[in-house]
């Protein structure tokens, strides 16, 4: 049982990996799918054919949600998303909680809706996530810092990506060291405003000795 109870206004390092540390994202769809769960599953709106936003992302590198939707999700939002980062067999995301009980209702949301297509996809069945999602406070500026550098240095323990995290495609690290691809959907500002341009913030995590995450054992 998660002990945590997740506070208004608090933010949070939140991550799961695949069951038996299984790979979760086998292909660009997978990952583009789970993309879209987190960026618009904010709020309680529902989205239907998934699939053809997924479609369009991967042949143009947009999902071409309606501004009219996008200001909804925003106005009903269950969380703030600061900074993720998705890996081939676990995720890492920044957190915070924008109404009461608005993290675990996201997260049931986003992984239910992620198992669910997996399973059907792969022809397989039961748990695709190791046990419940696994939630660290954040409890001063310092360690927000550090998380969000531990986030976007991630993919450098993939090959070719390495001193390249800027420009690895499923990270957010690229939308604080260019443009946000996801504008108000993406909070930046409570971390890139700490600094004097995209440029420092690039700088600071290049140089960040963030190396390991809040449970050694979990990667």
Not at 55 to 72: E, L, Y
Not at 145 to 169: D, F, I
Request: proline share 4%; with cysteine; hydrophobic share 35%.
């Amino acid at each position: 049982m998660r002990k945590i109870e997740f506070a208004v206004g608090e933010s949070y390092h939140i991550y799961n990996r695949g069951v038996r540390k299984k790979i979760l994202f086998i292909d660009e769809r997978d990952y583009t799918r789970f993309l879209f769960l987190l960026i618009y599953f904010q709020s309680p709106i529902l989205f239907f054919n998934l699939g053809r936003y997924v479609t369009n992302f991967v042949k143009h590198s947009v999902f071409n949600i309606p501004a009219k939707t996008i200001t909804k999700i925003i106005a009903k939002r269950l969380v703030k998303l600061h900074a993720f980062a998705l890996m081939p067999n676990h995720f890492h995301l920044i957190l915070e909680a924008a109404a009461e009980k608005g993290v675990s209702t996201y997260l049931h949301r986003v992984l239910n809706a992620y198992g669910k297509y997996f399973n059907t996809k792969y022809k397989e069945s039961g748990h695709v996530f190791q046990g419940p999602f696994r939630a660290v406070p954040i409890g001063d500026n310092n360690q927000l810092l550090h998380t969000s550098a531990y986030v976007h240095r991630n993919c450098r323990e993939l090959n070719g990506w390495r001193n390249q995290e800027h420009r690895y495609p499923w990270s957010s690290h690229q939308d604080y060291v260019s443009q946000n691809r996801w504008n108000e959907l993406l909070s930046t500002d409570l971390i890139l405003g700490q600094f004097k341009n995209q440029k420092e913030y690039r700088d600071f995590v290049d140089s960040s000795p963030a190396k390991t995450v809040d449970d050694p054992n979990f990667c």
